[in-house]
């Protein structure tokens, strides 16, 4: 049974920074695509960044946030940095992911980390 377990959301002011962890468990995700997600309040969840043969990471988020993994660990990371009130979402982590037409979709998802940042 696949479980993704994020960790290390929070509080933090702006100009702050964070890093967010996602553990996999139940099999081994080293050949495929892991990702973030977020989903602000009032709106529909959105792309932020994915790492398989290649990595994309959402244009409003370049140069701030960068995503990693460590396949040993089956862990994708998310380091936040220069965090604005407009980051302030639930992150969500995702495995097996696939572009299809103009997204991402993937198979296996966590349960979610509160971020929230204050201006």
């Known amino acids: 049974q696949v479980q993704l377990v994020e960790s290390g959301g929070g509080l933090v002011q702006a100009g702050g920074s964070l890093r967010l962890s996602c553990a996999a468990s139940g099999r081994s995700f080293s050949g495929e695509a892991m990702g973030w997600f977020r989903q602000p309040p009032g709106k529909d969840r959105e792309f932020v960044a994915v790492t398989g043969s290649r990595t994309y990471v959402a244009d409003s988020m370049k140069g701030r946030f960068t995503i990693s993994r460590d396949n040993a660990k089956n862990t994708v990371y998310l380091q936040m940095n220069s965090l604005k009130s407009e980051d302030t979402a639930v992150y969500y982590c995702?495995?097996?992911?696939?572009?299809?037409?103009?997204?991402?979709?993937?198979?296996?998802w966590g349960q979610g980390t509160q971020v929230t940042v204050s201006s």
């Open positions: 995702a495995v097996n992911c696939a572009p299809r037409f103009d997204r991402f979709v993937c198979d296996y």
